[in-house]
């Protein structure tokens, strides 16, 4: 049976070999010719700056230049997105694309300075994780229905958390309300981090957050996992079922990729992207990526391109009506 890595496999070999356009040429492209900078949108720690991290150490080690981690955070990501979109079309200047500053903010903000589709080249998809429903132990409910029916016979008794207004918990949230009919509270908090310390103490009873920072609590019984927003249930949640197959059409992930501005030489392109897919292949990476539960599956530049622009308008009025 052929896999994932095996599909990678040959993509990286045929690089190298020259059997796709203009990859003969990648052994004599310069790039990079200097240390290059990899923005991320987020403060250090968070899942984005961990994945940046490991991938830049593999980049120093096979394009014998130091690959640095940048933080931007703020504005939805737009601070980091718009310092990528004015950078040199060069190489040296990537980002750690994901969903908010590309999918979320451009609808979210009318004055956004960039086209998520138009300014930039996105390169290499990553992968993805996925977002759940939890619920305290104290709520005393172990599955959808039962909460959904408590929401409805509780309007608005049912408070959730999320990491921010605009953020994607805060809009699948909102999804979820109007698809149920179930009635609930929102309080938005300035970032994950203290989301989850309040569910944990009790302060709040539900959240809307990524699947893989809330293992720790579902393992340690301090959260109840519902459902998730992946189309197929989830390796590291087997017996949890997603909203789809719950009959609900509510479908989210936070992707993660390498993007650059637009503009940047194809040969440099495919040299990144080749290092980038052979980074991924590596043991250590694949094992970090399973602990973290980053979902991957092969994806070329032009899938990922489009990718982000079919994202863009899925998001669009899923944010627009959160945000109403």
Known sequence: MTTRRDILSATVIALGLGLSPGAGVLADTAWPEKPVRILVSFPPGGASDLVARLLAEKLSASLGQKFVVENKPGAAGTVAATALQGAAPDGHTLMLSN?????VAPTRFPDTPYDPVADFDHITYIGAVHLGLFVA??????????????????PGKFEYGSSGVGSWGHIIAERFVDVTGAELFHIPYKGSGPMRLDFRAGVVPTIFDAVPQNLPSVEEGSAVPLAVTATQRIDTLPNVPTFTEMGYDIVAENWL???????????VREKLDAALQEAMMSDDVV????????????????EFSEFVAAQFAAWKPLVAAAMD
């Open 257 to 267: 990729g390498v993007s650059t501005p637009t503009g940047v030489p194809a040969q």
């Open 99 to 103: 969903l908010t500053p590309f999918n």
């Open 287 to 302: 094992a970090q990526f399973d602990t973290w539960g980053l979902v991957r599956e092969p994806m070329t530049s032009a």
């Open 137 to 154: 132990p104290s709520l005393e409910i172990d599955d959808l229905e039962t909460f959904i029916e408590a929401a409805k016979a509780a």
